[in-house]
């Protein structure tokens, strides 16, 4: 039986970046990963892999749309789809194996095996007894799926599934315009699938910003991406090649049937508990299954705290490390921050998406007073000269103070670009202070420059 100050148990973004952190304050640490792999779903099925095949697809796609524009003749590639999953499986063992140098390095203890939390201060990983006077559960999420249908990880797929299908499906049916739906779907249009998405509600990504939503619809759907909207999907029958799926139009009630060869389930994620110990103990979830904590990640078991998709929140890995970062400090006896108005989202579509802060919808619904300063990447040329210039940068500010509330971009390098406007935020800076500060020339960041100054006396390039 060894004895720790912390353990941890789950080894994503969450788990991993408490463990090291807690260990680099000199806390002794070990954490309990059972899947073989540090790095969670992120490294090992979702944010790594699907990067992968994106950026592979991405490739592709301007091989095929791009290159004779400037100049680059010759046949395009072909696919050899067996050599792009395994160049997906190399990125991941390069960044898991990374994990567990970077635990030798902080000395952190890796437990491999499936961890319970037995008894007040003790955890078990495969029956073996380990004591700690802090645990923090990082266990993580898992795909939720649809009454009426049977995930089988080949014809029914979940992320983790189309992550390693064995070729490119003719027909591929996505269930949910949400971030994976999304992501997945684009990756397997440009790699020539026919892509079919249906969602329940009548617009894509909810709770994004709606002009982006709409920008990110039309962009994907001259992509070449189909969109049934309004449509309840009611069952899949599967065989062992294909899959007959059923919906209901919500407006009309008609029942349609379609035939695919994949069908992809993303319908959004659930708390992963499963074997954990936590209620057997008394430990309080939320009616949504979740683990109830209190606002410094504890929950109502004694330091037992809880962090990432796990809790309430959003099921994202950088607010899984923020709050890893910040438990490790509460177990050090600081004051852990985290700083949930300002946790960006990414959609890794092209063009990309970013977001942070408040949505105009939500401004208006909270009555707030507000003023908008948007620039199209039409009027940036660096955009423009690598075809990316579809898009925008949209800045909310507080109408009184210049404040910023919130920025929604679609378009090249979003998901960096969105960086200067978290930082501005955390500062409490103002759409002025932005756009005094000089951008360099020729940068997709001046269009977020542009956007600044159009809330104040307007953008130059507009
Ligand atoms: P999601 O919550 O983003 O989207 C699910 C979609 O499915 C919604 O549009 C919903 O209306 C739709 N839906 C639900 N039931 C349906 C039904 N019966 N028929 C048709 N449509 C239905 O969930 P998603 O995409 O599965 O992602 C799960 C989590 O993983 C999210 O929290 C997401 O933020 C996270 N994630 C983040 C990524 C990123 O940051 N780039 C990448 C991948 C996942």
């Given amino acids: 039986m060894a004895s720790y100050d912390v353990i941890i148990i789950g080894g994503g973004p969450g788990g991993y970046v408490c463990a090291i952190r807690c260990a680099q304050l000199g806390l002794k640490t070990a954490c309990v990963e059972g899947r073989g792999a540090l790095g969670g779903t992120c490294l090992n099925v979702g944010c790594i892999p699907s990067k992968a095949l994106l950026h592979a697809s991405h490739m592709l796609h301007e091989a095929q749309h791009n290159f004779t524009k400037m100049g680059l003749m010759g046949k395009s590639p072909s696919v050899d789809f067996k050599k792009?999953?395994?160049?997906?499986?190399?990125?991941?063992?390069?960044?898991?194996t990374g994990i567990e140098f970077l635990f030798k390095k902080n000395k952190v203890d890796y437990l491999r095996g499936w961890g319970k939390i037995t008894a007040a201060g003790q955890v078990s990983v495969d029956g073996e007894i380990h004591e700690a006077k802090n645990i923090v559960i990082a266990t993580g999420s898992e795909p939720s799926s649809l009454p009426g249908i049977e995930i089988d990880e080949k014809i029914v797929v979940t992320s983790t599934g189309a992550l390693a299908l064995s070729k490119v499906p003719k027909r591929l049916a996505v269930i949910g315009a949400g971030v994976i739906g999304l992501e997945?779907?684009?990756?397997?249009?440009?790699?020539?699938?026919?892509?079919?998405?249906?969602?329940?509600?009548?617009?894509i990504t909810p709770g994004m910003d709606s002009e982006v939503a709409k920008t990110l619809a039309r962009t994907l759907k001259k992509q070449g991406i189909k969109f049934i909207m309004n449509a309840a999907v009611q069952k899949v029958e599967a065989t062992k090649t294909k899959a007959k799926l059923t919906y209901e139009g919500r407006k009309r009630g008609n029942i349609e049937v379609m035939d695919v060869d994949v069908v992809l389930v993303a319908t959004g994620r659930k708390p992963f508990t499963d074997g954990l110990g936590f209620t057997d103990l008394g430990g309080k979830m939320t009616d949504r299954g979740q683990i109830e904590t209190n606002d410094r990640w504890l929950t109502n078991l004694p330091n037992v705290y809880a962090i990432g998709d796990v809790i309430t929140g959003p099921m994202l890995a950088h607010k899984a490390e923020d709050e890893g970062m910040a438990v490790a400090e509460e177990i050090n006896g600081k004051h852990g921050h985290v700083n949930y108005g300002v946790i960006p989202g990414v959609i890794y579509t092209s063009p990309e998406v970013a977001t942070v802060g408040k949505t105009e919808e939500q401004l208006k619904a909270e009555g707030v007073a507000y003023k908008v300063g948007k620039f199209s990447f039409m009027g940036n040329g660096r955009a423009k000269a690598v075809?990316?210039?579809?898009?925008?940068?949209k800045l909310l500010v507080d109408k009184e103070t210049d404040r910023i509330l919130g920025c929604h971009l679609i378009g090249p390098a979003a998901g960096?670009?969105?960086?200067?406007?978290?930082?501005?935020?955390?500062?409490?800076?103002?759409?002025?202070?932005?756009?005094?500060?000089?951008?360099?020339?020729?940068?997709?960041?001046?269009?977020?420059?542009?956007?600044?100054l159009a809330c104040g006396d307007g953008a130059i390039h507009a």
């Fill in 84 to 96: 792009m999953i395994e160049y997906k499986d190399g990125v991941i063992t390069q960044n898991t």
């Fill in 184 to 203: 997945l779907g684009s990756v397997y249009k440009r790699l020539g699938s026919e892509v079919t998405v249906i969602e329940f509600l009548d617009h």
């Fill in 387 to 393: 075809f990316m210039g579809d898009g925008f940068v």
């Fill in 416 to 452: 960096d670009l969105i960086h200067e406007i978290c930082v501005a935020m955390e500062f409490g800076a103002s759409a002025q202070d932005i756009a005094m500060t000089c951008h360099a020339h020729p940068t997709f960041s001046e269009a977020v420059r542009e956007a600044a």
